[in-house]
């Protein structure tokens, strides 16, 4: 079997083994979405770096407690998002939306205004691209984290629930409202 | 990855469209290098394991092994071998005492003497009670010490003719043995055994024989001392009428 042809979790394991280009090939192969995932919520590139360098060394250094049986995306953003959390913990909690908890659906007047307010100027799709990047970025901390786990990495309920530590049902309310909330800012 | 989306319902696929639409930034070449390098580093630092004994059940492993290693295999080892003493401990071989270098050596004695006496066509039991029980006994001295010595001295007194080398001294070899088995000389008696074995070495037959020749060379108190220690061994082989009457003529000539 060719190398790109190999899951993800054979190729830890033989990266485990000592086979350094295995882990070559995981990295390739997950690079971009891992970098995005940082970029896209934190918007700086400094820090996007630093935490995605920081993510890939724990899972070296991690590689010999790697078990098979967890799924090697769910493992890899676990740390991810672990690493982001402290990272906002650090700076402190972003004023209105970062503070609240949309999973209850209660969004905040203010917040739902804001969020509905339709943007002037949208003549095209570029500005809408970018429009949508903003409103990603203006979506509540976990809600925000769902949506980048589905739609960057390509992950389920199921698996963001488990990458993020939350029951199913919370990781799928989650995405319903980050979804309703692009939905009505992109419409 | 990434070109894998999950199915979304129609009305999110135009936020499907435009989040594909979106830059696809990537880490700097600085930090894929940083990254890979560490990787490299990482398992060429450390030796490849995997498998059951990798990680931290290699410890725990480690532990349990050095446990049966204490528990099982030392005591057995010390069974086998006795308590590991210090060389500078042991005596030195050359200052060991005879009895206790001769009894090691006590069982390759009589072993040899017995087997002289096989090669000589002279059965053991026949030849001497205590060279069997010797060499069936010969572990310790203080059981040699508790053997009764009464029966081997009425074998040498009986089997040693006078004029013969093994009959000097015969008396004080008797008294010699029961010294020495007293005193736990197991060298001494090893010796004793392989003398005995010398002593004895003439058949009744042969005993007789030698009784005729101290009569021919007219030591007739020898002689007749010798018969009755031979009649005290054997009272009922049979002697010829002529050797009996030898005897009594020269004991009524004296």
Redesign the interface.
Known sequence: MDDADENDEALM?R??????VA??VL?Q?????V??FF?RQIGD?GIS?EL??ET??RV??A???YRKRARF?TWIYRIANNLLIDHWRRVGARPGVDSLDFDSGNTPAAAQVDLNRQPEGLAD??A??AE??KRIRQLPRNQRVAFML???????VEQIADATGVKRETAKSRLRYA?AT??EE?? | ??Q???PVPP??E???S??Q??D?????RH??A???A???R???A?????GPF??RWRVALSIAAMFVMAIVVVPALWDVSGPALDSDSLPDSSAMTPAATSSDNAPAKIQAGTSELKARGVDEHEATPSAARLRAKPETASSLSTTPVREERATEQVLAPSPLPAQVGASQSQKATANEIDGIAADSVAREATTQSTVIDMNPQQQLDNIKALLDQGRVDEARDAFKRFRSVFPDYPVVDELQRSLDIRNNEN
């Not at chain 2, 450390?46 to 995997?50: D, E, K, N, T, V």
């Open positions: 394991l990266y485990q083994a000592g086979d350094a882990f070559e990295y192969r997950h690079r971009g979405p970098y995005r970029l590139v770096e995605y360098q890939w060394m070296i250094g590689r010999l407690r995306t799709d570029r809408r691209v949508l990047l589905h739609y960057e990495s390509g992950m389920s979804m692009l939905r992109i419409a | 990855m990434n894998r989306q999950p009305e999110d135009r936020i499907t435009l989040y639409r979106l696809r930034p990537e880490p700097g930090v894929d940083a990254i890979l560490a990787s490299r990482e398992v060429g450390r030796p490849r394991l995997s990798s990680g």
